[in-house]
């Protein structure tokens, strides 16, 4: 059965993929067919898959250094993850997926596509910490930034990026977070918009960079002495 074809890439798309747009269509002709059959994407998503998925997950390659490793959680389709492993084959990508049913794609789709730098892992983000790092963890639409932040941290060095994929609510989502942000231990915390210059409406990407790990509080200052007996 020859793949269902999915819409012409918009202009945007060629300018993001480059030479590597050919791989990038035949993801999309998998993601419009046996992704929307698994249900990893849903029906009515397929006239939209290029602005919607595809280029809004590739363009954030712009915040990513060369030969970087990045941890892909709770990756679904392998949005982000293989969008931008397609976009930057430089780049060594494990893809995070708990559903037994969307590793099995994703597994199927990396052999189809030749990402021979992309391992899919099926496990939940939160038991990987003693197990795999990464420089940075990236996500999209997975969790509100509070739970993602808490996922991440053990995933990721101290100096290690989360660069969660959000929509035009990421300041806010950013500020409500602050607290918990802090008392992981995070050295900084900012909003990027990425592809302004290619795309009608910029892709927001709350970036929060692991700090060294908090000191204990609590108790008095004299706490630790010993008393007398």
Not at 74 to 98: M, N, W
Not at 212 to 227: K, V
Request: charged share 25%; net charge positive; aromatic share 2%.
């Amino acid at each position: 059965m020859s793949p269902t074809p999915a819409p012409r890439p918009p202009r945007a798309a060629g300018e993001i993929f480059g030479e590597h747009l050919p791989l990038a269509v035949r993801y999309a002709e998998l993601l419009v067919s046996t992704g929307i059959e698994h249900g990893l994407v849903g029906p009515r998503e397929a006239p939209k898959v290029w602005d919607r998925h595809l280029v809004n997950c590739a363009v954030v390659e712009s915040l990513l250094p060369h030969r970087s490793r990045l941890i892909d959680i709770g990756s679904g389709a392998g949005l982000p993850g293989v969008a931008l492993a397609i976009a930057r084959p430089d780049l060594k990508v494990t893809l995070i997926e708990p559903l037994a049913r969307r590793t099995r794609w994703l597994n199927d789709a990396v052999d189809q596509l030749g990402l021979t730098q992309v391992t899919v892992q099926r496990a939940r983000a939160e038991d990987m910490g003693s197990l795999i790092q990464a420089p940075v963890v990236t996500a999209r639409a997975v969790a509100r930034l509070e739970k993602l932040a808490t996922w991440s941290w053990p995933l990721l060095p101290e100096g290690g990026r989360l660069l969660a994929l959000k929509g035009e609510s990421a300041q806010s989502e950013l500020d409500e977070a602050a607290s918990v942000l802090e008392t992981l231990g995070t050295a900084r915390s900012t909003v990027h918009e990425v592809g302004a210059d290619i795309l009608t409406t910029p892709v927001r990407v709350i970036e929060a960079v692991k700090g060294p790990r908090p000191r204990a509080t609590g108790g008095s200052p004299n706490a630790s002495r010993r008393h007398p007996r």
